[in-house]
């Protein structure tokens, strides 16, 4: 072997760089697949976040809602993308490297994998469950992405699934006595509720504490608020009126 030759079989090759959230495709150009999806976000991440700051009083965590998860680089990148509808991630910065707001979330670039993916059917459930290598969902959440926990909720049955990661492979998850499947990490469970969200009544996946009890969103805690500042308003109202016709001054 020639000194060139050796020299370049021995001296380190430049390593490939990869591309980052800024040089990725943040959509797909797809729209919404029904209007029941930005409530159902809300519902979720609503709930949750007291929680997270709880888990997390650094605030390292970030919730993705139909974002990109890049988790393999391909040609087209796409081709290496799923957008769940709903993710979170634990033990990550809020923004991304550099402190810019997250396009998407890399995996070659962030390491950390989700812990909780969670998808809304839009249509009969295959999408959901399409086992196809490299390319579909269930296999690039199981395989691929390898988060922890994979729900899939169907809101015109009300079904509501949940599989753990366990060996590498996910098994379905069987429910507690409340119907709720314990995501321990989180220190919460999944389930499901019927009842009105907005104008929209429905079956919706939600989270509950560890004793089973619901956790309300944000527009629900500030409406549960409203109301009580209401009740007192009235109750102070109804007291300053027998006041007055017992001939008292308050």
């Known amino acids: 072997m020639t000194t060139a030759l050796a020299a370049s ?3 380190p090759q430049p390593a490939t760089r990869l591309p980052d959230h800024t040089e990725l495709p943040e959509t797909d150009g797809s729209i919404a697949n029904n209007f029941n999806e930005l409530p159902q976000s809300r ?7 007291p929680v997270l700051r709880q888990l997390h009083p650094d605030l390292q965590y ?3 809602q139909d974002s990109g998860i890049y988790y393999r680089p391909t040609d087209p990148p796409l081709d290496g993308c799923k957008a769940p509808d709903w993710f979170y991630v634990p033990d990550v910065p809020p923004m991304a490297p550099g402190g810019e707001i997250r396009r998407s979330y890399v995996l070659w670039q ?5 812990l909780l993916i969670v998808e809304y059917v839009s249509g009969d459930g295959s999408e959901e469950r399409d086992r196809t290598p490299l390319k579909g969902k269930f296999w690039v959440y199981e395989r691929a992405i390898r988060a922890p926990y994979y729900a899939i909720h169907d809101p015109t049955t009300g079904v509501l699934e949940v599989h753990e990661l366990i060996g590498g492979a996910y098994e379905r998850m ?3 006595s409340r119907g709720h499947y314990s995501i321990a990490p989180m220190r919460v469970e999944l389930g499901t509720w019927t009842g009105k969200v907005g104008n929209i009544s429905g079956v919706w996946v939600r989270f509950f504490d560890e004793l089973g009890r619901m956790l309300p969103a944000d527009f629900e805690r500030a409406d549960v608020a409203e109301q009580r500042a209401a009740a007192a308003e009235a109750e102070i109202a109804r007291l300053r009126q027998l006041l007055d016709q017992s001939g008292q001054k308050p």
């Open 9 to 11: 079989a021995t001296s």
């Open 62 to 64: 970030a919730i993705g």
């Open 174 to 176: 069987k429910p507690n």
């Open 110 to 114: 962030e390491i950390v994998a989700p």
């Open 43 to 49: 519902l979720l991440t609503g709930a949750i976040e």
